[in-house]
T-cell receptor, first 114, second 118 residues
Framework: KQEVTQIPAALSVPEGENLVLNCSFT??????LQWFRQDPGKGLTSLLL?????REQTSGRLNASLDKSSGRSTLYIAASQPGDSATYLC?????????????FGSGTRLSIRP | NAGVTQTPKFRVLKTGQSMTLLCAQD?????MYWYRQDPGMGLRLIHY???????AKGEVPDGYNVSRLKKQNFLLGLESAAPSQTSVYFC?????????????????FGAGTRLSVL
């Protein structure tokens, strides 16, 4: 059974620092992995999606990497800003079919101190 | 372009009551999903649909039913609500057709429905 883990559950860093959020999964047979941002009381916003054949995706100050063999993905945030404060979730689509089920991690709550 | 719209935003039910949550998307997406989010447990998939007229069970389907009679709408029903169904419910959709492999798999979420069952 696919399990997705995000450690730590919460992280606080000063503004301007570069930081890395971690996501691990137990079954390497994934279709894709997606990183989301969730603000308090809001829905989820997709940040980056990495297909199983890809190693990384970049968008602005964000870079997501994928290492299927080790069952790990990282989300790198450069030059963090207070507006980056939110909960970040990763999710994997299990299996090789586009109709496969999606499994979410429980998220990392990020706080950027001004 | 409203994206994914969920109604209602809030609801309080008594144990045993029934209700239907509505999800509507105006992006012509093929796939739609219903999730519940509970503290410390992330999001768990309840049911999903790969197209009009089709539905499938997710990770936690018990106590819920769904219907996708129209492509743009995905309904989640609770026939007899229980306190364990107190949660925040999210609907999402994804294209799954056309565009790049990345673009067609991105999920777009609604703002959520906060449900309390007393």
């Amino acid at each position: 059974k696919q399990e997705v883990t995000q450690i730590p559950a919460a992280l606080s860093v000063p503004e301007g620092e570069n930081l890395v959020l971690n996501c691990s999964f137990t079954d390497s047979a994934i279709y894709n992995l997606q990183w989301f941002r969730q603000d308090p009381g809001k829905g989820l916003t997709s940040l980056l999606l990495i297909q199983s054949s890809q190693r990384e995706q970049t968008s602005g100050r964000l870079n997501a990497s994928l290492d299927k063999s080790s069952g790990r993905s990282t989300l790198y945030i450069a030059a963090s800003q207070p507006g980056d404060s939110a909960t970040y979730l990763c999710a994997v689509v299990a299996g090789y079919s586009s109709a496969s089920k999606i499994i979410f991690g429980s998220g990392t709550r990020l706080s950027i101190r001004p | 372009n409203a994206g994914v719209t969920q109604t209602p935003k809030f609801r309080v039910l008594k144990t045993g009551q029934s209700m239907t949550l509505l999800c509507a998307q105006d992006m012509n997406h093929e796939y739609m999903y219903w999730y519940r989010q509970d503290p410390g447990m992330g999001l768990r998939l309840i049911h999903y649909s790969v197209g009009e007229g089709t539905t499938a069970k997710g990770e936690v389907p018990d106590g819920y039913n769904v219907s996708r009679l129209k492509k743009q709408n995905f309904l989640l029903g609770l026939e007899s609500a229980a306190p364990s169904q107190t949660s925040v419910y999210f609907c999402a959709s994804s294209p799954r057709e056309g565009g790049t492999p990345v673009a067609k798999n991105i999920q777009y979420f609604g703002a959520g429905t906060r449900l309390s069952v007393l």
